[in-house]
């Protein structure tokens, strides 16, 4: 039973450029979400998508977006990169409704120059 | 909204001692879940031990387990016969509307 998985694991880009980040959700699991962990920091909400729509949204600008698939998984996408963009992008899948475990991917970390 | 607040940035503890991590929270709502995850430097976040906060009776696992003081807002980890393996970050969370992390403590576990 595959797990949560994200790609790419580490990544290097420059101000200005666009990224994008992919999350396959663990088996069974229709409702993905999104965190940005600062490095010591705790993660923070960016969005959750369920039914291939976001359902919910943190206090993030319209340069992150994302996107879910018919299979479940889910793009991150953020435009016009700055520097303080540079963190772990972390994806959760869980059930339908937040009431229970989520279960995290290793991570994406995300280096901007 | 729901916010999360963890006044230990750092704490440490002696191989096969107990050690209580703190936490406190805030949420609108009646119905919500809270949980304590542990990152490890493998980055991967791990589910310790949740509590569902209609229940009264405290939550275990094992050496885990929590002090739920529904009324104050208070969700604290006990770690019981401390091993090496649990040096890591330990994070508490609310979820109520959305999920919703502390700031973290960063646990040192001493030979």
Redesign the interface.
């Known amino acids: 039973d595959a797990g949560v998985t994200q790609s790419p694991t580490h990544l290097i880009k420059t101000r200005g450029q666009q990224v994008t980040l992919r999350c396959s959700p663990k088996s069974g699991h229709d409702t993905v ?1 999104w ?1 940005q962990q600062a490095l ?6 960016i969005f ?1 998508y369920y039914e291939e729509e976001e359902r ?1 949204r ?1 206090n993030f600008p319209d340069r992150f977006s994302g996107h879910q698939f018919p299979n479940y998984s889910s793009e991150l996408n953020v435009n016009a990169l700055l520097l303080g963009d540079s963190a ?1 992008y ?1 994806c ?1 899948s869980g059930g339908g409704r ?5 279960f ?4 994406s970390r995300l280096t901007v120059l | 909204a729901q916010t999360v607040t963890q006044s230990q940035p750092e704490m440490s503890v002696q191989e096969a001692e107990t050690v209580t991590l703190s936490c406190t929270y805030d949420t609108s709502e009646s119905d919500y879940y809270l949980f304590w995850y542990k990152q490890p430097p493998s980055r991967q976040m791990i589910l310790v031990i949740r509590q569902e906060a209609y229940k009264q009776q405290n939550a275990t696992e094992n050496r885990f387990s929590v002090n739920f003081q529904k009324a104050a807002k208070s969700f604290s980890l006990k770690i019981s016969d401390s091993q090496l393996g649990d040096a890591a970050m330990y994070f508490c969370a609310v979820d109520g509307q959305n999920f919703v992390f502390g700031p973290g403590t960063r646990l040192s576990v001493l030979p």
């Open positions: 979400s965190y010591g920091q705790g993660p923070q909400f959750q919910q943190g772990l972390l959760a937040n009431t229970g475990e989520l995290f991917g290793e991570g």
